[in-house]
């Protein structure tokens, strides 16, 4: 919840010192928290610790999108965003295996401490590698801070709550409406500003908007929500040790990555439209398909599914991400980018919110290794996403055209796989 609250900070605190410097001390500041996580004396410390880890953490991710976006030309958006979301797809997979065994081996302060020499790495790579950028004078805009800050906290914290206590949802239904009216009363303070802590320009764009907070929040809803239910669907309902279940969400992150250098290729070839209707009704027939999964299938089977599920989600996940960006002009790219980032953390808080809270609904026996839930989950989710499906449809035939080089005027060089 700290991370996003801190989230609209970060294009203008990039702006107002340089992007450069900020992602550098991002970077050392969460070395220096992980110091802080591993030597803590007490639990106050130890959440304060994580807090400054949390703040770090906001600013490091847009801050270094923002960058990428602004010297990356339009027709290489969609290489330069394969390339940069395959460590995400990466670090979910090897780091619970990796934390599992160094604090087996050497405690759980190594986990923290395995991030120093990375931070080290990371903030010389990050001075000598990224472009300088003069920083501009800007003004602060507390009032919008406040605004926003307190609408994202209030909604997530709300969404948090229902998923793990649906037979009470009275809190969290306030917190929400709560939430809700601070996030419009901070719309219409942004709307009146003229230089605001966050620019709205960007919504002007239809693929901007149709992606950020309407199809493209729709389809990550269920991939977040998939992240919580599948590793306890595994684990629980079919007996399968954390490490087998880890090798099941290797496949899948597998599938993905396998697809990656061919995506340009793909929507250059079929267009932005027809990949995100047609790779998204794939991805969620698959991801329903993981429901119809029983503890007799050989793992070998279930690890091909997921393989496959991976490769269904690849296209429509780049995809979605490019055209996120592919109409926003240079001076918009501030606000975009954390406009967007702030879409992104509230579709994760739902995803997650409403996953818990299918699996916490009273069904089927009430045992833990009872998989009636979780298929129940899982369906639920891949409907909910299948929904993105037709409002993808409203998207102009051309859109995306500046990147995928199919606008009149533009001319794409030759695409390498």
Known sequence: MVSTAFLPLSSWVALRLGPRRVLTVSVLGFGVASLSCSQSPTLGFFVAARAFQALCSS????????????????????????????????APVIGPPLGGFLT????????FLINLPLTLVGALLT???????????LRFDAVGFVLIASALSLLIYGLDRLGAHPDAPTVSLILMGTGSVLAVTAYRWLRRMRHGLVPLDALRHQTFRAI???????????????????????????????????????ANNLGDLAVKPFISRILRRVGFRSGLVVG????????????TFT??????????????????????????????????????????NVLNAIGNALSAAAGISLGALFLNLPLGDGL?????????????????????VFLFLRLPADAGAK????????????VRA
């Not at 602004?70 to 990466?90: D, F, G, N, W």
């Not at 269904?312 to 780049?318: E, G, L």
């Not at 298929?375 to 299948?386: N, Q």
């Open 127 to 137: 001075r000598r590698l990224l472009p300088r950028l003069a920083p501009q004078r």
């Open 59 to 90: 600013l490091m991710t847009p801050v270094g999108n923002l960058v990428l976006l602004r010297i990356t030309p339009k027709h290489r958006l969609v290489e330069m965003l394969a390339i940069s979301t395959t460590p995400a797809l990466i």
């Open 295 to 336: 503890a007799a299938m050989p793992l070998w089977f279930m690890a091909l599914a997921m393989f496959l599920i991976g490769m269904a989600r690849s296209v429509p996940f780049t995809g979605m991400v490019s055209l996120a960006f592919a109409d926003v002009e240079a001076d918009e790219l501030p606000g975009a």
């Open 212 to 250: 950020s907070y309407g199809a493209g929040m729709l389809m990550r809803i269920p991939h977040m929500g998939l992240a919580l239910v599948l590793p306890l669907y595994f684990q629980l309902a079919f007996g399968l040790s954390p490490g087998m279940a880890g090798l099941l969400l290797l």
């Open 403 to 414: 990147v995928t080089g199919n606008a009149p005027g533009v001319t794409e060089p030759p």
């Open 280 to 291: 998204t009704a794939m991805m969620m027939a698959a991801s329903a398909s993981v429901a």
């Open 368 to 388: 833990a290794s009872d998989p009636f839930p979780y298929r129940v989950a899982l369906l639920a989710l891949a409907g909910i996403g299948t929904l993105s």
């Open 104 to 111: 087996e081996a050497f405690g759980w302060p190594s986990i």
